[in-house]
């Protein structure tokens, strides 16, 4: 079994790599690498795809990747294999991405990103720190999630998705503010499971373990 996550420039993904190689490690469920090549995702059992900065400047170091964006596709959209998306990663998910300039995802969970817009204006935009989950769904990945159980998010903009079925869970930012995403076998954090301790390591647990 290879996970492999997926480097684009597009972020630090050394707490991510130790994360997920601790977790496979002890719930052994095999090897995890990082890999710029698309030949590598291609090879893959399961796929990360981290990212952190702007969505368009994501979406277009991704693009930059021969093959990469096609590998990616490929696994999920014909192979059907374990998708999991973190932050930008998460949001790339979407049908369009409104920060900047209309940036297209890939349309697996049909909404738009756009901006955070917290009904205190005493609150600050990006959301920033530790907040509790509320669940609104259920998931393989969620298995030994509660709602109060607390996640790490840095962020501007969230998903906000057309079916509120694939809306697994949200945040309350004087605002419900959408933090995990699903469907089939494409799964998606707003949140850095990697920095959010005990609720980040088990959703990472459960990824590996996951057999759609």
Not at 19 to 24: D, V
Not at 84 to 92: A, L, N, P, T, V
Not at 197 to 202: C, K, N, V
């Amino acid at each position: 079994m290879r996970t492999v996550l997926i480097d684009y420039d597009s972020g630090n993904l050394h707490s991510a790599e130790k994360a997920f190689q601790r977790m496979a490690a002890e719930e052994g469920a095999g090897e995890v690498i990082v890999t710029s090549h698309a030949e590598e995702v291609a090879r893959a059992d399961r796929i990360v795809l981290p990212g952190d900065g702007a969505y368009p400047s994501c979406r277009a170091a991704l693009a930059a990747r021969p093959g990469m964006i096609e590998a990616i596709t490929e696994h999920v959209e014909t192979k059907g294999k374990p998708f999991m998306g973190i932050c930008i990663g998460m949001q790339m998910m979407s049908t369009l991405g409104r920060e900047h300039e209309d940036t297209p995802g890939f349309g697996w969970i049909p909404g738009e990103v756009v901006p955070i817009a917290p009904a205190d204006p005493a609150l600050k935009v990006p959301h920033m720190g530790w907040n509790d989950l509320v669940l609104s769904g259920t998931h393989p990945c969620l298995d030994g999630v509660s709602t109060g159980d607390h996640a790490y998010f840095v962020h501007s903009y969230h998903l906000r998705p057309e079916h509120p079925a694939q809306r697994l869970a949200y945040a309350d930012y004087a605002g419900e503010v959408t933090a995990i995403v699903g469907e089939g076998t494409r799964f998606g954090t707003q949140f850095h499971p990697e920095k959010s301790q005990a609720t980040g390591l088990r959703i990472i647990a459960n990824f590996l373990k996951w057999a759609p």
